[in-house]
């Protein structure tokens, strides 16, 4: 671990079930979920409120049907920076982190890339507006490399906790 790293949080048996339950279905009440976990729900409740405050819950979201919304195309965008300075890297984070239309991002290596993006738009015509309007236009995108998502095989924001002890 590198020195800006926080300690990993400790959590025992029961407070894997609870996160695994609620990477499942994070709109259960403290009732239901107590149930599912085994705990009365004050017990429960005093569990995940500790989990919220240590950091491991970070956030609840809801997951929406992105075709039932008229969003039919996924791409993953692999981005080459002309310089690698951190001046450069902040700026595109910045900017890029104003696009609604990228759901990921991430500061790659291994590939002749830089940065890997998941963009959701809802057809070729957008995408291609926003490449040409946002992606290019950002300081220092060298080069772009397009790919779409034919099928999703595997969906899911569940963390592996069979990991955790």
């Given at each position: 671990?590198?020195?800006?790293?926080k300690?990993?949080?400790?959590?025992?048996?029961?407070?894997?079930?609870?996160?695994?339950?609620l990477?499942?279905?994070?709109?259960?009440?403290?009732?239901?979920?107590a149930?599912?976990?085994?705990?009365?729900?004050?017990?429960?409740?005093?569990?995940?409120?500790?989990?919220?405050?240590?950091?491991i819950?970070?956030?609840?979201?809801?997951?929406l049907?992105?075709?039932?919304?008229?969003?039919?195309?996924?791409?993953?965008?692999?981005?080459?920076?002309?310089?690698?300075?951190?001046?450069?890297?902040?700026?595109?984070?910045?900017?890029?982190?104003?696009?609604?239309?990228?759901?990921?991002?991430?500061?790659?290596?291994?590939?002749?890339?830089?940065?890997?993006?998941?963009?959701?738009?809802?057809d070729?015509?957008?995408?291609?507006?926003?490449?040409?309007?946002r992606?290019?236009?950002?300081?220092?995108?060298?080069?772009?490399?397009?790919?779409?998502?034919?099928?999703?095989v595997?969906?899911?924001?569940?963390?592996?906790?069979g990991?955790?002890?």
């Open positions: 671990m590198s020195g800006n790293d300690a990993l949080a400790k959590i025992d048996k029961t407070d894997r079930k609870i996160l695994e339950q990477q499942k279905n994070g709109s259960l009440t403290n009732q239901q979920l149930e599912k976990v085994g705990l009365s729900p004050s017990p429960c409740l005093r569990r995940v409120r500790s989990l919220e405050e240590a950091g819950i970070v956030r609840t979201a809801t997951i049907d992105h075709k039932k919304l008229g969003l039919s195309l996924t791409a993953i965008i692999l981005i080459g920076m002309d310089r690698h300075t951190p001046e450069r890297f902040a700026d595109f984070e910045e900017q890029i982190s104003n696009y609604p239309e990228v759901q990921e991002c991430y500061l790659i290596t291994g590939q002749s890339a830089d940065y890997m993006l998941k963009v959701v738009v809802p070729m015509d957008h995408y291609h507006q926003f490449l040409l309007n992606i290019t236009r950002i300081p220092g995108v060298s080069g772009v490399h397009s790919s779409f998502v034919l099928r999703r595997i969906d899911s924001t569940a963390l592996p906790l990991y955790l002890s």
